[in-house]
């Protein structure tokens, strides 16, 4: 499993893999604020740390005493605050679900019609997981796990129903329009938003080296940004 995971996420020789996260860990020299009286401040760093580090070594890879390192914390604060290693690696998971759910709901698609609110929508998706590679590496992981750590989080389940509850407000309101046909599963129609976004960073490397072509290009990713939005659009759209 260490070693599937480990291939998963080896880093490209020049490449453009490096795992970015929202915040990193703070390291300012002379800074007055200690650990113990900035405790939310302490477990935003743990987060942002544990996530680069889950995401570049998967759950088995992982070492708490790197994460404590560079958080300048300790083992014990850290299971203090997040019980156990996997734990840690839940709320990571967590967390990363929250980011990409936030942005989301911060869409203004109400105003919009709904091939708009739908273009922006996946136009979003598919920018957030190009600059959150972090968040596709986790989810990676955590299917080589079968889901078996999401699977109890209650966290991430309500997280994911106001995904469903934003598309399929768009959707319904083509339908109503007469610009969408009918008869589509909103989470069918999240679900190929989802794979046109997500395969765009997690297949990337290998076919770039496969077919000679640097896809993490910037002219190759706004071709292909286009394409997952002309996809989509075209998916749903009602040609009668």
């Not at 490397?205 to 939005?229: E, Y």
């Amino acid at each position: 499993m260490y070693e599937l995971v480990s291939l998963v996420n080896r880093r490209p020789a020049g490449g453009t893999g490096a795992v970015n996260t929202q915040k990193s860990a703070r390291r300012r020299d002379g800074d007055t604020v200690t650990r113990t009286q900035d405790p939310e401040g302490t477990r935003r760093d743990i987060l942002a740390i544990a996530t680069e580090e889950f995401a570049l070594n998967g759950l088995s890879g992982a070492r708490i005493d790197e994460i404590a390192a560079r958080t300048r914390s300790s083992k014990r604060m850290i299971y203090y605050y997040f019980g156990d290693k996997e734990g840690l690696y839940l709320r990571a998971l967590e967390n990363a679900y929250r980011l990409v759910r936030e942005g989301e709901n911060g869409l203004d698609t109400a105003g919009l019609s709904p091939v708009d609110a739908l273009r922006r929508l996946v136009e979003f998706t598919f920018d957030h997981h190009h600059r959150h590679e972090e968040f596709i590496r986790m989810v990676m992981i955590e299917n080589i796990h079968h889901g078996q750590y999401l699977e109890r989080s209650e966290a991430i389940r309500a997280l994911n129903v106001t995904a469903i509850d934003h598309i399929s407000g768009i959707y319904e309101r083509g339908v109503s329009d007469g610009v969408f046909r009918a008869g589509i599963d909103p989470v069918e129609l999240h679900w190929q938003v989802s794979a046109l976004c997500f395969f765009n960073v997690s297949n990337r490397a290998t076919f770039s080296k496969i077919f000679g072509r640097d896809f993490g290009a910037a002219a190759s990713q706004a071709s292909l940004r286009k394409n997952a939005v002309d996809m989509v659009l075209r998916f749903v759209e009602d040609k009668r």
